[in-house]
C-alpha cells in the first residue's frame, strides 16, 4: 500500500517530492549546489521545530554546507496579514535567496505568501486572490520556497495556495498562484511523531477531505487524470491508519496521503466545505471543520442530479462500505466520528444559527470555489443556498 503511494509521489513533476528518513541529504544536496548567500529558515513554535526534530537535523546540514541561516520562528497556527508583514520585514534585511519553511501548514503558508509579497513587492493583501502576481509580472522567474512539514495533512508543500487570516474581516483569505508552489519537499514522517493525538486526527482528515473533494471535482478532471488514483489511495491510507497512527509504519502512510491530497487539489481544487471552513477560524481546528462540513456539501452536490458525482461516488464503495452513495456518506460520516472529538456540526462551540449567517455571508467574499465547485453556485444565490445546506445541521 506504501510502496504504491511513494511511486506516485516519486513521479510528481511539480514539485520534487523526496520521502524517507534520508531526504535530508537531498536538501543537502540542493544547498550545497546553489552557495546561497543568505539563508532564511521559518518556522513556528517550540514543538514543531525542536520537539519534531527537524532542528537537529538542520543543524547538521548547516554544519556540514558551511551555512548560518537567518531564522524567523513563532508562526502563529492562524498567520495573518501582520505575520506575513513582519516577515516581509525580515527579508528586506537579509535578502534571501533561500527559504526554508519548517512546520506545519500554517508554517508553510506563511513563508510562501511572504516570499511572493517581497519578490513582487506587493503588500499581502492585494495577492488575494487567483494568479495576481503571475498576471501582474508575467516575465519575471520566481525563487520558491523549500518545504519541510512537521504535519501530515494540508499538503501545503506541494500546493499553489496560501491561506492567510485577515483579522480586519475577521476572514480567512487565499491566495492562488503557481509561483507559490513549493520547489522542494522534504518528507519524513519521524517529524511527524510529535503531533498529539488531536492534531494528527485534525490533519489526516484535512488530508481526507482534500481527497475527496478532489474525487468529486469531476469538472477539473482532464488537468490530471491520474489524479483520481492519488485521491483513491490518499483515501485508502487514511481510513486504514488514522486508528493506529501511534505505530511508525501508520504515520509514514498518513504522511504518504497527505502528500498526496496536497498532490490532488493542486491540479483539482477543493470547493464549498473548504470555502466555508475560511469562516471557523479560531473555533475549531481546520481539518475537524472541513471534515464537519464535508457531508452536507457532498449531498447537496447529489441532489443535484448529475450523474458524475455518483459515479465519483461510487468509486469509494470499497473504501466507506455502501450500496448506493447516500450509504457511501454516511459510512465516511461513521468514521469520522469515531476518531474526531467533533461527531457533528452542532457540537462545534459556537455553531448556532448565526454561526450560519456569517458563513453564508463570508461565502461570496471567496467566490472563485463557487464556480469551480462540482455543483456550481451562482454568486447572487450563494447565501440563501449556502445557509439552507447549513441551517440543517443546527
Same mark, same amino acid.
Given at each position: &500500500?506504501?510502496?504504491?503511494?511513494?511511486? &506516485?509521489?516519486?513521479?510528481?513533476?511539480?514539485?520534487?517530492?523526496?520521502?524517507?528518513?534520508?531526504?535530508?541529504?537531498?536538501?543537502?544536496?540542493?544547498?550545497?549546489?546553489?552557495?546561497?548567500?543568505?539563508?532564511?529558515?521559518?518556522?513556528?513554535?517550540? @514543538?514543531?521545530?525542536?520537539?519534531?526534530?527537524?532542528?537537529?537535523?538542520? +543543524?547538521?546540514?548547516?554544519?556540514?554546507?558551511?551555512?548560518?541561516?537567518?531564522?524567523?520562528?513563532?508562526?502563529?497556527?492562524?498567520? !495573518?496579514?501582520?505575520?506575513?508583514?513582519?516577515?516581509?520585514?525580515?527579508? @528586506? $534585511?537579509?535578502?534571501? !535567496?533561500?527559504?526554508?519553511?519548517?512546520?506545519?501548514?500554517?508554517?508553510?503558508?506563511?513563508?510562501?505568501?511572504?516570499?511572493?509579497?517581497?519578490?513582487?513587492?506587493?503588500?499581502?493583501?492585494?495577492?488575494?486572490?487567483?494568479?495576481? +502576481?503571475?498576471?501582474?509580472?508575467?516575465?519575471?522567474?520566481?525563487?520558491?520556497?523549500?518545504?519541510?512539514?512537521?504535519?501530515?495533512?494540508?499538503?501545503?508543500?506541494?500546493?499553489?495556495?496560501?491561506?492567510?487570516? *485577515?483579522?480586519?474581516?475577521?476572514?480567512?483569505?487565499?491566495?492562488?498562484?503557481?509561483?507559490?508552489?513549493?520547489?522542494?519537499?522534504?518528507?519524513?514522517?519521524?517529524?511527524?511523531?510529535?503531533?498529539?493525538?488531536?492534531?494528527?486526527?485534525?490533519?489526516?482528515?484535512?488530508?481526507?477531505? %482534500?481527497?475527496?473533494?478532489?474525487?468529486? @471535482?469531476?469538472?477539473?478532471?482532464? +488537468?490530471?487524470? #491520474?489524479?483520481?488514483?492519488?485521491?483513491?489511495?490518499?483515501?485508502?491510507?487514511?481510513? %486504514?491508519?488514522?486508528? *493506529? $497512527? #501511534?505505530? =511508525?509504519?501508520?504515520?509514514?502512510?498518513?504522511?504518504?496521503?497527505?502528500?498526496?491530497?496536497?498532490?490532488?487539489? $493542486?491540479?483539482?481544487?477543493?470547493?464549498?466545505?473548504?470555502?466555508?471552513?475560511?469562516? &471557523?477560524?479560531?473555533?475549531?481546528?481546520?481539518?475537524?471543520?472541513?471534515?464537519?462540513?464535508?457531508? %452536507?456539501?457532498?449531498?447537496?452536490?447529489? #441532489?443535484?442530479?448529475?450523474?458524475?458525482?455518483?459515479?465519483?461516488?461510487?468509486?469509494?464503495?470499497?473504501?466507506?462500505?455502501?450500496?448506493?452513495?447516500?450509504?457511501?456518506?454516511?459510512?465516511?460520516? %461513521?468514521?469520522? +466520528?469515531?476518531?474526531?472529538?467533533?461527531?457533528?456540526?452542532?457540537?462545534?462551540?459556537?455553531?448556532?444559527?448565526?454561526?450560519?449567517?456569517?458563513?453564508?455571508?463570508?461565502?461570496?467574499?471567496? =467566490?472563485?470555489?463557487?464556480?469551480? $465547485? =462540482?455543483?456550481?453556485?451562482?454568486?447572487?444565490?450563494?447565501? #440563501?443556498?449556502?445557509?439552507?445546506?447549513?441551517?440543517?445541521?443546527?
Amino acid at each position: &500500500m506504501l510502496a504504491i503511494a511513494k511511486k &506516485m509521489l516519486e513521479s510528481y513533476s511539480p514539485t520534487e517530492i523526496v520521502f524517507g528518513e534520508n531526504a535530508f541529504d537531498r536538501l543537502e544536496q540542493e544547498v550545497c549546489s546553489r552557495t546561497p548567500k543568505s539563508v532564511l529558515l521559518i518556522c513556528g513554535g517550540r @514543538n514543531s521545530f525542536l520537539g519534531s526534530g527537524a532542528a537537529e537535523r538542520l +543543524a547538521a546540514v548547516w554544519q556540514r554546507s558551511g551555512i548560518t541561516p537567518q531564522i524567523f520562528s513563532g508562526v502563529p497556527a492562524e498567520p !495573518d496579514t501582520n505575520t506575513i508583514r513582519s516577515i516581509v520585514e525580515t527579508m @528586506n $534585511a537579509v535578502s534571501p !535567496d533561500f527559504v526554508i519553511a519548517v512546520g506545519g501548514g500554517s508554517v508553510l503558508d506563511a513563508a510562501k505568501a511572504a516570499y511572493l509579497s517581497w519578490q513582487t513587492e506587493m503588500d499581502i493583501v492585494d495577492l488575494f486572490g487567483a494568479n495576481v +502576481a503571475s498576471e501582474k509580472f508575467p516575465q519575471k522567474t520566481f525563487q520558491r520556497v523549500i518545504c519541510i512539514p512537521t504535519t501530515s495533512g494540508t499538503g501545503s508543500e506541494i500546493t499553489p495556495y496560501s491561506n492567510i487570516v *485577515c483579522r480586519e474581516k475577521n476572514l480567512k483569505y487565499i491566495i492562488v498562484d503557481k509561483q507559490i508552489v513549493p520547489a522542494l519537499a522534504i518528507l519524513v514522517p519521524q517529524l511527524t511523531y510529535s503531533m498529539d493525538n488531536a492534531l494528527t486526527v485534525s490533519t489526516a482528515l484535512d488530508a481526507m477531505t %482534500h481527497s475527496i473533494e478532489s474525487l468529486l @471535482n469531476f469538472r477539473a478532471k482532464d +488537468a490530471a487524470p #491520474e489524479a483520481e488514483s492519488w485521491a483513491l489511495k490518499s483515501i485508502e491510507l487514511i481510513k %486504514h491508519a488514522l486508528p *493506529c $497512527a #501511534e505505530q =511508525p509504519e501508520a504515520r509514514s502512510m498518513l504522511a504518504a496521503a497527505a502528500a498526496l491530497g496536497g498532490m490532488c487539489i $493542486a491540479c483539482r481544487p477543493t470547493a464549498l466545505p473548504h470555502l466555508c471552513s475560511y469562516s &471557523m477560524w479560531g473555533k475549531v481546528p481546520h481539518g475537524f471543520a472541513v471534515a464537519l462540513l464535508l457531508p %452536507h456539501f457532498w449531498r447537496y452536490y447529489l #441532489e443535484g442530479g448529475l450523474p458524475e458525482i455518483v459515479k465519483q461516488t461510487m468509486k469509494l464503495r470499497a473504501i466507506f462500505n455502501g450500496e448506493t452513495p447516500e450509504d457511501i456518506i454516511r459510512s465516511c460520516e %461513521h468514521f469520522i +466520528a469515531e476518531v474526531s472529538p467533533f461527531q457533528k456540526l452542532s457540537k462545534v462551540d459556537g455553531f448556532d444559527s448565526e454561526m450560519v449567517e456569517k458563513i453564508a455571508a463570508d461565502a461570496v467574499l471567496n =467566490p472563485v470555489k463557487l464556480q469551480t $465547485a =462540482p455543483r456550481p453556485v451562482a454568486l447572487n444565490d450563494a447565501k #440563501e443556498i449556502i445557509y439552507e445546506i447549513l441551517r440543517k445541521a443546527i
